[in-house]
């Protein structure tokens, strides 16, 4: 490989955000090996809308209980009902929407843990399984024990999770051990793929990526088809077929997003929050926060302080 191509990869790679859980959300497992959390949760501090991102040296586990989800791993799009999921590996982009009500569990492991772990698991192709992401939707009535019994496992990993508990990290191994087994045997299952055209993947993409960077100028849609090259019909179009949602929707749920995690981890008064988010009117953002949440912001902000 030249370096005008390395140095293009590079440039590539650098413009996909590489999100650190213990860093950005939750700084008390910022050297384990080992991170559960809830999807709603964490759903709260990133929105149900995650833009394309990637995690350096960790594989995550996403399980959806309730729903439909949109997955777009690397350069493949998913529509999948619940009860499903999807295993990212380290570096590996990946994107996804979730219904607004879903739940679930999120589960992300040090890459060095996982690949001993898949060492001691005498399971055919184990290893292989887990160099690329999948996408399983589980069938969990008749005779499929393997989903029904990850199931099983993940609940006790969320009840496990009390980081000052007696042997709290052998006992979330041990049980994560079980749930890499059955991964290995649902994994063969048929992936519910849908076909979408490369180049629709890299608009909703960059779209993303526009979105992240200028939310808070309140830019008209114009502006961000114009910045991508297409027409506003086109990426209302691609929007509503990957996302399920229109475009103008997209946009709106990032300042939502942002509204909300400032209401919950600042002591910044709800004026200065909206003057933050770009509204000229405290009076304008306090009806659009309200109209997209059902409650006030200095509800929101009461109700999350008691959580």
């Not at 005008?4 to 790679?13: E, M, P, S, V, Y």
């Not at 114009?222 to 179009?237: F, M």
Request: some cysteine; glycine content about 4%; overall charge neutral.
């Amino acid at each position: 490989m030249n370096t005008r191509t390395t140095a293009l990869k590079t440039r590539q790679k650098d413009a996909i955000p590489n999100i650190h859980i213990g860093q950005v959300y939750d700084q008390r497992y910022i050297e384990a090996d080992i991170h559960y959390e809830r999807l709603e949760n964490l759903a709260d501090f990133f929105g149900r809308n995650m833009p394309v991102h990637y995690h350096d040296r960790f594989y995550q586990l996403h399980v959806v209980l309730s729903g439909t989800v949109r997955v777009h791993l690397d350069e493949v799009s998913y529509s999948a009902r619940a009860p499903m999921f999807f295993l990212t590996p380290p570096t590996v982009p990946h994107a996804f929407i979730t219904d607004d009500q879903a739940s679930g569990h999120v589960i992300t492991v040090r890459q060095q843990l996982i690949w001993e772990m898949l060492g001691g698991i005498d399971q055919p192709n184990s290893q292989g399984v887990m160099s690329q992401p999948l996408c399983v939707e589980l069938q969990t009535s008749g005779n499929d024990a393997a989903a029904s019994r990850m199931l099983q496992l993940l609940e006790m990993m969320s009840a496990e999770n009390n980081p000052d508990s007696l042997q709290h990290a052998r006992a979330q191994q041990a049980l994560l051990q079980l749930v890499l087994i059955d991964i290995s045997r649902l994994a063969d299952q048929g992936q519910p793929q849908q076909n979408t055209q490369k180049e629709d993947v890299r608009v909703f993409h960059r779209f993303n990526e526009l979105i992240e960077n200028h939310f808070r100028e309140h830019l008209t849609l114009d502006h961000y088809a114009d910045q991508i090259g297409v027409t506003e019909a086109r990426l209302n179009n691609i929007c509503r077929r990957l996302a399920g949602q229109p475009s103008k929707r997209l946009i709106m749920d990032r300042l939502v997003q942002e509204a909300r995690r400032l209401l919950t981890y600042s002591t910044a008064p709800v004026t200065e929050i909206g003057y933050h988010l770009g509204f000229k009117d405290p009076a304008y953002f306090a009806r659009f926060f309200r109209r997209n949440t059902g409650v006030t912001a200095s509800e929101y902000r009461d109700k999350r302080k008691n959580l």
